[in-house]
């Protein structure tokens, strides 16, 4: 069964740091250390977004301008994870984070290019 399971939000005053990670389990008809892997959030009332995006062996990544320069993601392909480091976070950051897992193994920035996803980790952040 494809799992994907996010750890590591919660609430945290701004400019403030959390980090969230992503356990994958299985994927269907691929490798974890063959395919690609996307962070996105999901705002009330808000489209999900993309946070940042890595390919199969980490060697690329991108990230979406509201996070660039404050967030880090990164992976360990021996562990079957993803991690998503948030330094300088700010009230506009309060959303629920999800761990996606693309259909191959380049980056990916959009949403359909994600087959599995995780059931995200809430990231409250106070001023």
């Known amino acids: 069964q494809v799992q994907l399971a996010e750890s590591g939000g919660g609430s945290v005053q701004a400019g403030g740091s959390l980090r969230l990670s992503c356990e994958v389990s299985v994927l269907t008809g691929r490798t974890f250390s063959n395919t690609g892997m996307g962070w996105f959030r999901q705002a009330p009332g808000k489209e999900r977004e993309f946070v940042a995006g890595i390919n199969y062996n980490g060697a690329y990544t991108a990230y979406g301008d509201s996070v660039k320069g404050r967030f880090t993601i990164s992976r360990d392909n021996a562990k079957n994870t993803v991690a998503l480091e948030m330094n300088t976070l700010k009230p506009e950051d309060t959303a629920t984070y999800y761990c996606?897992?693309?259909?191959?193994?380049?980056?990916?920035?959009?949403?359909?290019?994600?087959?599995?996803w995780g059931q995200g980790t809430q990231v409250t952040v106070s001023s």
């Open positions: 996606a897992a693309a259909y191959f193994s380049s980056l990916y920035r959009e949403l359909s290019q994600y087959q599995h």
